[in-house]
Every structure is written in structure tokens, then in C-alpha cells.
């Protein structure tokens, strides 16, 4: 082949350079018929031509009829939401994998076939590429690599039944990782309604290694009281549960959890309620749906319940009852993300700290050791700054 590649190559440049066709096929030992061929070849495509063109008859292969239309029907049963088992579905080209899946149909098409599918149909909207908003590199953001490891909480609210006047508020608990929630819905968001829905969080999900509040007065008090711990930060330490606080007026770092309260508040209030009950029903059935019924990605196509199905959870028994009482201090880690204001300062606790100018608008991760007593400023990753705290005893 080799050989055959120089001859082609050699028999254009004779005959550039003037060299008759008789000449040059007496020299390489080729035919008139073969100079001719390469030469057409090089007078259309120019350098490329003496090259080898593929034979293969390439065509891309299409799914059968039946199986185009078994995805399409699917798509319309989960996007109609008359049936309130679909209410809360998605919609999207995993779950209908999924559901493909579990009813053994062979053989299973790709995501990206069926968003083609889809799209070939009239049925989904195209995507629209977006380039990402530039991260600020700064920002410590927790990690969430497994089960577990980083909960998110935070309330919808007030909401209220049809013609009273009573506010409800629902607390949502988020597992970062899998995707699994819980949810309650309660008559006020005070410290013990935060107490009882952790437990309830718990006994649901499982202890987690972190759990991230935003600054809400129910969960750090303000004011002189602050800086001695409130109620809800000394539970999750008595409960080895490490509280981390995002930076006040920054819900959008809470961005797992408010996305999944922006999507389901629209399709949970749509309908008006008369009774509590039936609110709480819907509660629950939303809970379920998510836990049992939405596939992720990152979870290689299973359902949170699937996936925690494998995994060793620590729970808190079902009558278990969290105490409401301000526990003695317990061992532990509180960490604060905060933004340096431009005074070089940073604010927790109800109280002011001095870190620097030199770190203005960037964002710190403030540890409070409960057991060593000293509250340490870290600076990507590297301790930059340290106090004593004093307010530990109480």
C-alpha cells in the first residue's frame, strides 16, 4: 500500500512537470488506465485525491417504528399529569429510559436516541447552549460525593388553605448527592418546628455528615443570644451533624434545594386547598414520586430509593424524639461561608470580626471549634487567620 500511495504521488509530479503519459507508466510500470483514473481523481479533489475513498456504504441507523412510537406515547402520558401519579413526573429523555427499562423492552435506546426521537416529533423543545456564568473561584463549596454527606434545608411559605387565614409553611430537606427529600408542611417556622422537622428529616434520609441552613433567625437567633449557640446549631453538634451557614442574602448558594423548591412549588399549588389533610397527602405523594420515581444522571439512571437501597444509612429510630430544650455544648464544628466586606470584616454570630482588606470580596470559610475553642479563618483552604472564642461556657 505504501507503494502504491508513493506511485500515485509520483506520477502526479512527472506530469506536472511535463512528463508525457507514456513516459511516466513505462517508468512506474503502470497502466494508461490506471494513470488516468488518479489523475481525474487529482484534477477534482486536488491533493487529497490519491487518496483511498471509503467503500462503506454509511447510513445511520434508525429505531423501529413501534419503539419511536412507544417513546412518544410515553412522553405524552408523563407530560398530560392527569393521573396524580404523574403529576410530579419528569419528563425528560432519562426517565423515559427508565420506564423502557422496567418494561424490559429491547432494545433500549440511548438518552440522546430519544431526545432525537423527541425532538424528530415536535415534542421537546430544542436546547438551548448556554456559555456558564464564570465561577468565582473563591466561594468553598461543600462537597457532595456520596449519600449523606451535604443536606440542604429550607422553607416555602407562607401558604394558606382556601378562605382562612392560618399560614403554613413547608420545610424541605435535599439530599445534595442523590436527590432525595422530605418534606412537611408546619403552622410556623420557631426553633421547634426546625427541631422537629430535622428529626423527621432524619429519620427519613439519615444522619448526614453536614447539613446547610441559610441565615434565618429560626435557626441562628439574633442578637447578644447569638453568639452563645442557639437551639438548632447544638442539636446537630449533639448529633455529630457538622451546620454549615451560607452567606446572609445568598440563597442562590443554597442552589440544590431552591431549584428543586422552584420546581415543585407551581406544580403543587396549582390546586387550591380546602383542608390541611389533603395538603399533607399531596405532601407525601410528592415525596414519594421524587425518592421513587425520578431518575438521575449521576446516579447511573436509579431513583434515590435505588440507590440508597445500597448504601449503609444511619437513621434515627421512627419514635425517636428530638429534644426541643437548649442542650449543654457538645463537641463539633460549626462552619460559616462569608463574604469579606470592604472593610476587611466579616459578621457571624451577631458579632464582627477583623480579617483584613486585603481579602475584600472574597469568600472565607470561618470554623468554630467547639472542643478547642477557637474560631479559625480559612483562606482557600489554608488557615489564615485564628481567635480565641470565649462564649463556649454557657
Not at 404523574?86 to 429510559?97: H, M, Q
Not at 423492552?105 to 424528530?120: A, G, H, K, Y
Not at 455529630?240 to 422552584?262: D, T, Y
Not at 425520578?294 to 434515627?316: D, E, F, N, S, V
Request: hydrophobic content about 35%; overall charge positive.
Amino acid at each position: 500500500m505504501n507503494n502504491e500511495f508513493a506511485d500515485r504521488q509520483q506520477a502526479i509530479k512527472l506530469r506536472l512537470a511535463g512528463q508525457s503519459v507514456e513516459d511516466i507508466c513505462h517508468v512506474l510500470g503502470r497502466s494508461f488506465t490506471w494513470f488516468h483514473r488518479w489523475w481525474r481523481r487529482y484534477r477534482a479533489l486536488g491533493p487529497n485525491g490519491v487518496f483511498d475513498l471509503t467503500r462503506a456504504n454509511v447510513q445511520p441507523r434508525r429505531i423501529a417504528p413501534d419503539l419511536e412510537r412507544t417513546i412518544v406515547s410515553i412522553r405524552q402520558r408523563l407530560v398530560s399529569q392527569v393521573h396524580p401519579g404523574t403529576r410530579y413526573s419528569l419528563i425528560g429523555a432519562s426517565t423515559i429510559v427508565a420506564e423502557l427499562q422496567a418494561l424490559q423492552i429491547r432494545p433500549l435506546p440511548s438518552v440522546r436516541t430519544i431526545e432525537r426521537v423527541l425532538q424528530r416529533n415536535g415534542v421537546s423543545v430544542p436546547t438551548v447552549r448556554l456559555v456558564p456564568f464564570l465561577a468565582n473561584p473563591t466561594y468553598p463549596v461543600p462537597s457532595a460525593d456520596e449519600s449523606n454527606q451535604l443536606h440542604q434545608v429550607d422553607s416555602v411559605g407562607p401558604i394558606y388553605l382556601k378562605g382562612q387565614r392560618q399560614r403554613y409553611y413547608i420545610l424541605v430537606g435535599k439530599d445534595v448527592f442523590d436527590g432525595a427529600v422530605c418534606l412537611k408542611i408546619y403552622h410556623s417556622r420557631k426553633s421547634e418546628v426546625i427541631l422537629d422537622f430535622l428529626g423527621e428529616c432524619w429519620k427519613t434520609l439519615g444522619l448526614p455528615a453536614q447539613v446547610q441552613f441559610d441565615n434565618a433567625r429560626e435557626v441562628v437567633v439574633w442578637g447578644p443570644a447569638a453568639r452563645y449557640l442557639p437551639r438548632v446549631l447544638r442539636v446537630c453538634l449533639r448529633f455529630g451533624v457538622e451546620p454549615i451557614l451560607i452567606p446572609p442574602a445568598q440563597p442562590q448558594r443554597q442552589g440544590s434545594v431552591e431549584h428543586f423548591n422552584g420546581w415543585f412549588q407551581p406544580r403543587l399549588l396549582q390546586r387550591h386547598y380546602t383542608q390541611l389533610a389533603t395538603l399533607k397527602r399531596e405532601l407525601q405523594r410528592l415525596q414519594d414520586t421524587v425518592n421513587t420515581q425520578h431518575p438521575q444522571r449521576r446516579l447511573q439512571g436509579l431513583t434515590p430509593a435505588q440507590y440508597r437501597r445500597r448504601c449503609q444509612l444511619h437513621k434515627l429510630p421512627p419514635e425517636y424524639v428530638i429534644p426541643t430544650e437548649l442542650l449543654p455544648m457538645a463537641a463539633g464544628r460549626i462552619t460559616f461561608i462569608r463574604q469579606v466586606t470592604l472593610n476587611g470584616k466579616v459578621h457571624l454570630l451577631s458579632q464582627t470580626f477583623q480579617v483584613g482588606k486585603r481579602l475584600k470580596g472574597e469568600y472565607v470559610k470561618v470554623v468554630l471549634d467547639i472542643r478547642r475553642g477557637h474560631l479559625t479563618v480559612y483562606r482557600q483552604g489554608r488557615i489564615f487567620k485564628r481567635w480565641p472564642y470565649p462564649y463556649l461556657k454557657k
